[in-house]
Nanobody, 123 residues
Framework: QVQLVESGGGLVQAGGSLRLSCNAS????????MGWFRQAPGKEREFVAT???????YYTDSVKGRFTISRDNAKNTVYLQMNSLKPEDTAVYFC?????????????????WGQGTQVTVSS
């Protein structure tokens, strides 16, 4: 069993920055891939960023150049640094892990999910 807990969300003005954290506990492995997804009211869950067990990263086009995913295996934690935030980034952000080395942009391929943290960007 794996437990994931997100933190770091909040209210920020457009152009500002936030760093989200996701701490993993339970039966975790440093080589498992991790991902960040987000969901706005009335919309489906959307892929944001992913990182493989070896540190390779991939992002959705709308956040490229603004967001950075990273991991600290010693702390069992994955981060999402969000810069130049826009109102359209407003959503609940979820972290997830899958029992594979390779990253994935598909929510269906992830095995464990956190509870989510709210990010609100004002104009």
């Amino acid at each position: 069993q794996v437990q994931l807990v997100e933190s770091g969300g909040g209210l920020v003005q457009a152009g500002g920055s936030l760093r989200l954290s996701c701490n993993a506990s339970g039966r975790t492995f440093s080589t498992y891939a991790m991902g960040w997804f987000r969901q706005a009211p009335g919309k489906e869950r959307e892929f944001v960023a992913t990182i493989s067990g070896f540190g390779l990263t991939y992002y959705t086009d709308s956040v490229k150049g603004r967001f950075t995913i990273s991991r600290d295996n010693a702390k069992n934690t994955v981060y999402l640094q969000m810069n130049s935030l826009k109102p359209e980034d407003t959503a609940v952000y979820f972290c997830a892990t899958r029992e594979r080395f390779s990253y994935s942009s598909s929510a269906q391929e992830y095995d464990y999910w956190g509870q989510g943290t709210q990010v609100t960007v004002s104009s």
